[in-house]
């Protein structure tokens, strides 16, 4: 069962302006989340609704997971020290 990837346009400037080594491993993450969208090491996260986050070194993807559709939503993508607050 694969889901679909869908990404927010703020998430896809947020991982443009990423450095360009970490960029590929994130997008190669995110492509991951394809096929395992609870892959080792996720986490959901408290006080959000439907929520998770998966990290890469310093850097993390929250994304929610809309089970009846199988889509994969992400939501933010950045450092760890961004990535975390409230718009």
Do not use: C, F, T, W
């Not at 947020?14 to 394809?34: F, M, N, T, Y």
């Amino acid at each position: 069962m694969s889901y679909e990837i869908l990404i927010k346009p703020s998430a896809q400037r947020q991982l443009k302006k990423l450095p360009r080594a970490v960029q590929g491993d994130l997008i190669a993450l995110i492509e991951r989340l394809a096929q395992d969208p609870r892959p080792p090491g996720y986490k959901k996260l408290k006080g959000r609704n439907s929520q998770y986050r998966v990290r890469l070194s310093d850097y993390r993807v929250i994304y929610s997971i809309e089970e009846m559709a199988l889509v994969v939503r992400i939501i933010k993508v950045g450092h760890r020290r961004d990535v975390y607050e409230e718009p």
